[in-house]
C-alpha cells in the first residue's frame, strides 16, 4: 500500500479532516496519467477514497458525527468503515460501526478511451461515439470521438442505466457482513435539478439486494450525495 493511501489507512479520522486529506491528495495528482490514466495508486485515490471522503462529509452530522478509515486492501472486509457516535447512535438510529463498499459507474472501456484521448490527446468529445482507428499499440492508432446531438431527456436515463448496472454487479456479490454502498458517477457536464431528479428515478436497485443496506450516488465533481435506496 502507498504513502498515500497509508494516511488514509492507519487511523480512523474524523469526517472533515478525512475529506480535507483526500481534496488535497487528489489535487496534488500531477500527470496525464495519474489524473486520466489513473495510474499506481491514483486509481484507489480517484475511485474510492475520493467518493468517500465526499460521502463521509455528507454523512456527518450534529448528532451523527462520523470518523472514518479507508481499508481497501484485497483482505479487507471491506473497502472502509465508519465509525459513528452521538445522541442518534445512542438512541438506536443508527448503528456505531458501518462498513462501506465503494464502486463506479461508468462504461468502463469508452470511459477509459474518454480519459486517454485527454491524457494523449488533450481533448475529446463528450458522448459515447469514440473509438480507436486502430490497435493501440499500432503507429497510426488515434482515438476519434465525434460530437453527438442528444435529446435532454436522453442523457439521464443513459446515466441512470450506468448506475443500475454498477448496483446490480454489487447487489449479486450477497456481501456478509451488511454494507452500505457508495456509487460515483461523473455526469458528462452540468445536471441541473430537473434532470438529476429524472436519473435519480430511473435507478433501479434489484431486489433482493441482499447485504447492501442502503445505496448513496456521490457526484464528486459537485459534491452531490443522493440517497437512492
Request: aromatic share 8%; charged share 25%; with cysteine.
Given at each position: 500500500?502507498?504513502?498515500?493511501?497509508?494516511?488514509?489507512?492507519?487511523?480512523?479520522?474524523?469526517?472533515?479532516?478525512?475529506?480535507?486529506?483526500?481534496?488535497?491528495?487528489?489535487?496534488?495528482?500531477?500527470?496525464?496519467?495519474?489524473?486520466?490514466?489513473?495510474?499506481?495508486?491514483?486509481?484507489?485515490?480517484?475511485?474510492?477514497?475520493?467518493?468517500?471522503?465526499?460521502?463521509?462529509?455528507?454523512?456527518?452530522?450534529?448528532?451523527?458525527?462520523?470518523?472514518?478509515?479507508?481499508?481497501?486492501?484485497?483482505?479487507?472486509?471491506?473497502?472502509?468503515?465508519?465509525?459513528?457516535?452521538?445522541?442518534?447512535?445512542?438512541?438506536?438510529?443508527?448503528?456505531?460501526?458501518?462498513?462501506?463498499?465503494?464502486?463506479?459507474?461508468?462504461?468502463?472501456?469508452?470511459?477509459?478511451?474518454?480519459?486517454?484521448?485527454?491524457?494523449?490527446?488533450?481533448?475529446?468529445?463528450?458522448?459515447?461515439?469514440?473509438?480507436?482507428?486502430?490497435?493501440?499499440h499500432h503507429p497510426d492508432s488515434r482515438i476519434i470521438?465525434?460530437?453527438?446531438?442528444?435529446?435532454?431527456?436522453?442523457?439521464?436515463?443513459?446515466?441512470?442505466?450506468?448506475?443500475?448496472?454498477?448496483?446490480?454487479?454489487?447487489?449479486?456479490?450477497?456481501?456478509?457482513?451488511?454494507?452500505?454502498?457508495?456509487?460515483?458517477?461523473?455526469?458528462?457536464?452540468?445536471?441541473?435539478?430537473?434532470?438529476?431528479?429524472?436519473?435519480?428515478?430511473?435507478?433501479?436497485?434489484?431486489?433482493?439486494?441482499?447485504?447492501?443496506?442502503?445505496?448513496?450516488?456521490?457526484?464528486?465533481?459537485?459534491?452531490?450525495?443522493?440517497?437512492?435506496?
Amino acid at each position: 500500500m502507498s504513502t498515500r493511501l497509508t494516511a488514509f489507512r492507519e487511523e480512523l479520522l474524523p469526517a472533515a479532516l478525512f475529506a480535507d486529506r483526500a481534496f488535497a491528495a487528489c489535487s496534488a495528482l500531477e500527470s496525464g496519467a495519474e489524473v486520466f490514466l489513473r495510474t499506481g495508486d491514483a486509481k484507489n485515490l480517484l475511485e474510492e477514497v475520493l467518493p468517500l471522503a465526499v460521502f463521509a462529509k455528507f454523512f456527518d452530522a450534529i448528532e451523527r458525527r462520523v470518523h472514518c478509515r479507508y481499508l481497501g486492501g484485497s483482505g479487507d472486509e471491506a473497502d472502509a468503515e465508519l465509525v459513528l457516535s452521538g445522541r442518534t447512535v445512542e438512541l438506536g438510529f443508527y448503528p456505531s460501526r458501518i462498513l462501506v463498499e465503494v464502486t463506479c459507474a461508468e462504461d468502463s472501456k469508452k470511459a477509459y478511451l474518454r480519459r486517454e484521448a485527454l491524457a494523449v490527446q488533450g481533448g475529446v468529445f463528450l458522448g459515447t461515439d469514440i473509438a480507436r482507428s486502430a490497435p493501440r499499440h499500432h503507429p497510426d492508432s488515434r482515438i476519434i470521438s465525434r460530437a453527438v446531438a442528444q435529446d435532454p431527456d436522453h442523457y439521464p436515463s443513459e446515466l441512470a442505466d450506468l448506475v443500475s448496472a454498477a448496483i446490480a454487479k454489487k447487489a449479486g456479490k450477497h456481501y456478509d457482513p451488511p454494507r452500505v454502498l457508495v456509487v460515483r458517477y461523473d455526469p458528462d457536464g452540468f445536471l441541473d435539478p430537473a434532470m438529476l431528479r429524472s436519473m435519480l428515478a430511473a435507478v433501479i436497485v434489484p431486489e433482493g439486494a441482499s447485504g447492501i443496506t442502503a445505496v448513496f450516488l456521490t457526484d464528486c465533481s459537485s459534491g452531490n450525495v443522493s440517497h437512492v435506496w
